[in-house]
């Protein structure tokens, strides 16, 4: 073989290799969407974080979360205090089934031996501030999960003001292997609502929760650092849905319901908002619709049945949506090497304040 046939040879070989593990890298994903309920400046009331990995990305060791800017957090309850709920599914390998866990979640004694070991080997900390356990059953079974809470220190408080640490066992090992995940179940999906413990910030925007993933080396169960993906949550605080009603003609009894949606100070565009009317302030009925424009702005027009003092309310909500082209601009690579592979909007439902028109 001449030299040129085999440089070429070595350079395609080089290529392939670069483009299989580009592919392998790329393959690796997840997402974390977090809102509040109600999403409003100052509340603590709930707050869940969704987590979700795809089957096909190599499972994961570590999940990182870190709260946005202006959080603070409540670990004062005592030990063995329900602090929320979960709600989750995994694949199970040795089963080849994808089964449904929930549960409550609870506070431990942070200072108990097997959390201590557990924070230390977990997230390097001798002594986390606070461990919540998440109780995942199925079929008669429990999975005690827990999570390390620590507020965040060094370069990390660039991240955000505390972690939430979660360590998984390696769900692909050979059956047998010390430490292998329950029933190889591989984490697929988890829902955790805990009320009480943030409290949002007194400043509205648009707030960005962090998260780092860190997978495993598919199969032999050993940790990829190098492999450490991010994705973002943006949380819009507060959600406002601005209402005001007068009449169009009052000899008519026309009118028109108008006002502006916004999310974290900004327009939301393309909503439909519900119109609610009733004779009483705690008996309303939907009456109409509206589309809020680019600005925002929505109006709906009607006719009251007869004379007499009306009541009135919008509402609306919006599913997770995606934001990744925008939210995974200047991915963090020191603290992720595989990049900002998913970003995500919260989710809301809100109504306006109920308003009056008198007869």
Not at 3 to 24: D, P
Not at 166 to 177: A, S
Not at 282 to 301: D, E, I, P, Q, R
Request: net charge positive; with cysteine.
């Amino acid at each position: 073989m001449n030299k040129r046939i085999r440089a070429a040879l070595v350079a395609v070989s080089a290529i392939a290799t670069l483009a299989f593990a580009s592919a392998a890298l790329a393959a690796n994903t997840g997402s974390v969407s977090v809102w509040h309920t109600p999403q409003t400046l100052a509340n603590s009331a709930s707050t869940t974080i969704h987590v979700s990995v795809p089957q096909t990305t190599d499972p994961i060791a570590a999940v990182n979360i870190y709260s946005g800017t202006g959080y603070t957090l409540n670990t004062s309850q005592a030990a063995n205090t329900q602090i929320g709920t979960v709600e989750a599914t995994a694949f199970s390998r040795d089963n080849n089934l994808t089964l449904p866990l929930s549960g409550t979640v609870v506070t431990s004694d942070a200072t108990a031996a097997a959390n201590k070991a557990g924070s230390a080997q977990c997230t390097g900390v001798p002594q986390s501030q606070a461990v919540w356990i998440m109780n995942l059953s199925v079929a008669g079974n429990t999975l005690a999960i827990p999570v390390y809470v620590n507020p965040t220190a060094g370069p990390e408080q660039t991240l955000g003001g505390y972690k939430l640490s979660i360590c998984l066992p390696p769900p692909d090992v050979p059956v047998g292997t010390p430490g292998r995940a329950f029933q190889g179940a591989q984490l697929l999906d988890a829902k955790l609502t805990l009320s009480n413990v943030f409290t949002t910030p007194t400043a509205g925007g648009l707030i960005k929760w962090e998260t780092l993933f860190t997978p495993y080396n598919p199969g032999i169960g050993t940790i990829n650092r190098a492999g450490t993906f991010e994705t973002r949550a943006f949380v819009p605080l507060p959600i406002i849905l601005g209402i005001q009603v007068k009449y169009k003609n009052k000899k008519l009894r026309t009118y028109t319901v108008s006002g502006k949606a916004m999310e974290g100070g900004a327009p939301v565009s393309g909503l439909t908002l519900s119109v609610l009317r009733g004779l009483t302030a705690k008996k309303l009925a939907k009456v109409g619709s509206a589309t809020s424009s680019a600005s925002g702005g929505y109006s709906n027009a009607g006719k009251l049945k007869k004379k007499a003092t009306n009541f009135f309310q919008v509402s609306g909500s919006v599913g997770e949506r995606d934001y990744t082209t925008t939210g995974c601009a200047s991915p963090l690579t020191p603290f992720a090497p595989a990049g900002c592979v998913h970003a995500t909007l919260s989710p809301w439902s809100t109504k306006s304040v109920v308003v009056k028109l008198n007869k």
